[in-house]
C-alpha cells in the first residue's frame, strides 16, 4: 500500500518529515523547542462526505528543532502525518497542549484489598501465592511505595510489606522477581533474587535494560538484580537506612544517592555512604535534575532543590501548609500536604504526587501549579476515561510518580495498594 507523509498542524511554516522508511521509523525536522510531535495514521484520506478518520499513534516529547520516533505499522495504515503542539511557557495554550497529549486512565495492578489507612494493617502482607503468573489487577498489594518501568514495557513495584519486589509484564501479569514475601536478610552474594529475604523495601530504581536497584530499608542496604535474576547487594549503611524511600543510581554504579528520614545521603564506591544534607523533616522522593537533586519533604509539606557538590539546599515549591492546592497559582505559595512523589518530564516543570489530598499535579516552568487529577483518602476511580480530573476525585493516598521511555506515566496509590498508568497518548486528532 502507497504510504504518503502529510504535515500536520505545523510548528512554523517549515515543519516537515525528513525521512521515513520500512521499518516505520519517521523523522521530522523544525519542530517546537517545548512540544508534543504526534504521528497520526489513516486508512484512506476521504471517507463519508470527504471525513478523514485520523488515528493519534505515538506521541514524542520534542525538545529541539530535530526528532525521530516510530509506530506500529499494519497493512491498514495508508497514510500519515504528523501533529505538533506547543507546550512552552509563553504559549496561552500549553497547559491545555499538554493535558490533551495525555488519554487514558487505567489500573496496571492492584485490587484495592489492602484498604484504607487503618495503622493496624501497615504491617499486614497480602501477597498469595496463587497470584504468581495471575493478572496483577487480581492481586492484593501490600502498601506499594514505588513504581517503575524499563525499556521493554515491564512495570517493578517495590511493594514494601510483603517485603518484595514485583514485575507486571507487558501482559499484565505479575510476578515476584525479588524477595521470598516474608520479612528477613537474605545473603549479599549473588543469590537467586527469589531466594534473598528482604526487611521493608521502600524504594527502587531501574535501568532501561532492566536492571533494578532496591533500597531495602530494614536492612539498611541497596541491592541489585540483574537481569539474569540474581540479587547482589551493592552496598551495606552501616548507620542503616531510618524510612527511606528515594533512591537514583548511576548507570555506572559510581555514585548512588538515596533518602533515610531526614537525611540525604550519598554513596561512592570509595567514600562510601556520607549525609550530602540533614535539614529535611521526613523524605519522600528524589530525582536528579540536571547537576542537581530535586527532593521532596512530605511531613515539611514542600519541594527542595539540592546540589550535588556542596549539598546546599533552596525551596523550590510548597509554604509548608496543610491546605489542598489551588489551581492555576504559584506552587511556591501553595500547600502541598504531604507531597511525596516528584518527577521531570524532558520539556521542564515537574509532576508532583500528594499523600494527603491525593493530588497529582504539574507545575510548569514558570512556578505556576495546575492540578492534574484530584483525589481524596482511599478514592479510586477513573478507569477507562481520559485522565484529566481537576474536580472529580480519581485517586486515593499517593506514593510516587515516574515515567517510562515512551512518556506514560507510572503512580503508585500506597494505602489501598494500586499502580495506575496515565497513556501518553492523545484521544482525538
Same mark, same amino acid.
Given at each position: 500500500?502507497?504510504?504518503?507523509?502529510?504535515? &500536520?498542524?505545523?510548528?512554523?511554516?517549515?515543519?516537515?518529515?525528513?525521512?521515513?522508511?520500512?521499518?516505520?521509523?519517521?523523522?521530522?525536522?523544525?519542530?517546537?523547542?517545548?512540544?508534543?510531535?504526534?504521528?497520526?495514521?489513516?486508512?484512506?484520506? =476521504?471517507?463519508?462526505?470527504?471525513?478523514?478518520?485520523?488515528?493519534?499513534?505515538? *506521541?514524542?516529547?520534542?525538545?529541539?528543532?530535530?526528532?525521530?520516533?516510530?509506530?506500529?505499522?499494519? =497493512?491498514?495504515?495508508?497514510?500519515?502525518?504528523?501533529?505538533?503542539?506547543?507546550?512552552?511557557?509563553?504559549?496561552?495554550?500549553?497547559?491545555?497542549?499538554?493535558?490533551?497529549?495525555?488519554?487514558?486512565?487505567?489500573?496496571?495492578?492492584?485490587?484495592?484489598?489492602?484498604?484504607?489507612?487503618?495503622?493496624?494493617?501497615?504491617?499486614?502482607?497480602?501477597?498469595?501465592?496463587?497470584?504468581?503468573? &495471575?493478572?496483577?489487577?487480581?492481586?492484593?498489594?501490600?502498601?506499594?511505595?514505588?513504581?517503575?518501568?524499563?525499556?521493554?514495557?515491564?512495570?517493578?513495584?517495590?511493594?514494601?510489606?510483603?517485603?518484595?519486589?514485583?514485575?507486571?509484564?507487558? @501482559?499484565?501479569?505479575?510476578?515476584?522477581?525479588?524477595?521470598?514475601?516474608?520479612?528477613?536478610?537474605?545473603?549479599?552474594?549473588?543469590?537467586?533474587?527469589?531466594?534473598?529475604?528482604?526487611?521493608?523495601?521502600?524504594?527502587?530504581?531501574?535501568?532501561?535494560?532492566?536492571?533494578?536497584?532496591?533500597?531495602?530499608?530494614?536492612?539498611?542496604?541497596?541491592?541489585?538484580?540483574?537481569?539474569?535474576?540474581?540479587?547482589?547487594?551493592?552496598?551495606?549503611?552501616?548507620?542503616?537506612?531510618?524510612?527511606?524511600?528515594?533512591?537514583?543510581?548511576?548507570?555506572?554504579?559510581?555514585?548512588?544517592?538515596?533518602?533515610?528520614?531526614?537525611?540525604?545521603?550519598?554513596?561512592?564506591?570509595?567514600?562510601?555512604?556520607?549525609?550530602?544534607?540533614?535539614? #529535611?523533616?521526613?523524605?519522600?522522593?528524589?530525582?536528579?535534575?540536571?547537576?542537581?537533586?530535586?527532593?521532596? @519533604?512530605?511531613?515539611? *509539606?514542600?519541594?527542595?532543590?539540592?546540589?550535588?557538590?556542596?549539598?546546599?539546599?533552596?525551596?523550590?515549591?510548597? /509554604?509548608?501548609?496543610?491546605?489542598?492546592?489551588?489551581?492555576?497559582?504559584?506552587?511556591?505559595? /501553595?500547600?502541598?500536604?504531604?507531597?511525596?512523589?516528584?518527577?521531570?518530564?524532558?520539556?521542564?516543570?515537574?509532576?508532583?504526587?500528594?499523600?494527603?489530598?491525593?493530588? #497529582?499535579?504539574?507545575?510548569?516552568?514558570?512556578?505556576?501549579?495546575?492540578?492534574?487529577?484530584?483525589?481524596?483518602?482511599?478514592?479510586?476511580?477513573?478507569?477507562?476515561?481520559?485522565?484529566?480530573?481537576?474536580? *472529580?476525585?480519581?485517586?486515593?493516598?499517593?506514593?510516587?510518580?515516574?515515567? @517510562? /521511555?515512551?512518556?506514560?506515566?507510572?503512580?503508585?496509590?500506597?494505602?489501598? &495498594?494500586?499502580?495506575?498508568?496515565?497513556?501518553?497518548?492523545?484521544?482525538?486528532?
Amino acid at each position: 500500500m502507497l504510504i504518503i507523509p502529510l504535515l &500536520g498542524q505545523a510548528a512554523g511554516t517549515n515543519f516537515q518529515i525528513t525521512d521515513f522508511n520500512c521499518r516505520s521509523q519517521i523523522s521530522w525536522t523544525n519542530a517546537f523547542p517545548s512540544g508534543v510531535c504526534t504521528v497520526e495514521t489513516a486508512a484512506r484520506l =476521504s471517507g463519508t462526505n470527504g471525513y478523514t478518520a485520523w488515528i493519534p499513534q505515538q *506521541n514524542y516529547f520534542t525538545t529541539n528543532s530535530a526528532g525521530e520516533g516510530g509506530f506500529s505499522f499494519t =497493512s491498514s495504515i495508508g497514510f500519515f502525518r504528523l501533529l505538533a503542539v506547543d507546550i512552552s511557557s509563553d504559549t496561552p495554550l500549553a497547559f491545555t497542549n499538554l493535558v490533551q497529549s495525555y488519554g487514558f486512565l487505567h489500573t496496571i495492578a492492584g485490587n484495592g484489598d489492602a484498604g484504607y489507612s487503618d495503622p493496624g494493617k501497615d504491617v499486614t502482607n497480602y501477597w498469595q501465592p496463587n497470584y504468581e503468573g &495471575g493478572y496483577a489487577t487480581n492481586a492484593a498489594l501490600s502498601r506499594p511505595h514505588f513504581a517503575m518501568e524499563d525499556d521493554f514495557s515491564n512495570v517493578f513495584i517495590v511493594d514494601k510489606d510483603s517485603d518484595s519486589v514485583l514485575k507486571v509484564t507487558p @501482559d499484565g501479569r505479575i510476578h515476584t522477581v525479588a524477595g521470598t514475601h516474608a520479612i528477613g536478610n537474605g545473603p549479599d552474594a549473588s543469590t537467586i533474587a527469589t531466594n534473598v529475604a528482604m526487611n521493608t523495601p521502600n524504594g527502587l530504581w531501574v535501568r532501561g535494560d532492566g536492571t533494578v536497584y532496591v533500597l531495602d530499608t530494614g536492612n539498611g542496604k541497596v541491592r541489585r538484580l540483574d537481569t539474569n535474576g540474581m540479587l547482589t547487594t551493592l552496598f551495606t549503611d552501616s548507620k542503616g537506612i531510618s524510612g527511606g524511600r528515594g533512591l537514583w543510581v548511576k548507570s555506572d554504579e559510581s555514585l548512588v544517592y538515596y533518602a533515610s528520614n531526614s537525611h540525604l545521603r550519598q554513596w561512592t564506591p570509595t567514600g562510601g555512604s556520607v549525609n550530602l544534607n540533614s535539614q #529535611f523533616n521526613d523524605l519522600g522522593n528524589i530525582i536528579i535534575s540536571g547537576t542537581n537533586i530535586v527532593a521532596t @519533604d512530605r511531613s515539611d *509539606n514542600t519541594v527542595w532543590l539540592v546540589t550535588t557538590n556542596t549539598g546546599t539546599r533552596t525551596l523550590l515549591f510548597g /509554604n509548608g501548609g496543610e491546605n489542598l492546592v489551588v489551581d492555576g497559582s504559584l506552587a511556591a505559595t /501553595n500547600s502541598l500536604y504531604g507531597v511525596r512523589g516528584v518527577w521531570q518530564p524532558p520539556i521542564g516543570g515537574y509532576f508532583l504526587a500528594t499523600d494527603y489530598g491525593a493530588q #497529582f499535579l504539574y507545575v510548569d516552568v514558570t512556578g505556576v501549579v495546575h492540578i492534574l487529577v484530584n483525589g481524596q483518602n482511599d478514592d479510586h476511580a477513573g478507569d477507562g476515561q481520559w485522565f484529566y480530573s481537576p474536580t *472529580n476525585n480519581f485517586f486515593g493516598q499517593l506514593r510516587s510518580v515516574s515515567m @517510562d /521511555n515512551q512518556g506514560n506515566l507510572i503512580i503508585v496509590e500506597n494505602d489501598t &495498594g494500586y499502580v495506575r498508568r496515565i497513556d501518553f497518548q492523545r484521544l482525538t486528532p
